[in-house]
């Protein structure tokens, strides 16, 4: 069973109250992980400068530096703070199988 939805990206509340968004930009030849804030009137703003955007998920997102892997270039931060983003997820439930 395939979800009809699409997910956008990791909504986590920074140190600061502010609400960012990590998601990815569709870009050739693969996405390239963006961190957005939202605005006052609701929406989310990327930060296009990548350091800047580094530097608030490190402050505001309270995200380790980790260390780097091949192919992550100039967004190897972005990409850290979504394996520390999903690693902070509940785990579901399970089905108990009978195996021991």
Not at 36 to 43: I, K, L, W
Not at 50 to 59: F, G, I
């Amino acid at each position: 069973m395939r979800g009809r939805g699409s997910v956008k990206g990791i909504l986590v509340t920074g140190d600061d109250g502010h609400e960012y968004l990590l998601g990815f930009e569709p870009t050739h030849p693969q996405p390239t992980p963006v961190l957005s804030r939202r605005s006052a009137d609701g929406r989310f703003e990327p930060v296009t400068d990548v350091q800047e955007a580094s530097r608030l998920a490190a402050r505001q997102l309270g995200l380790a530096p980790r260390l780097v892997g091949p192919g992550m270039g100039q967004h190897t931060f972005l990409w850290n703070a979504f394996e520390q983003a999903l690693a902070a997820l509940p785990q579901p439930p399970r089905w108990p199988t009978g195996a021991r």
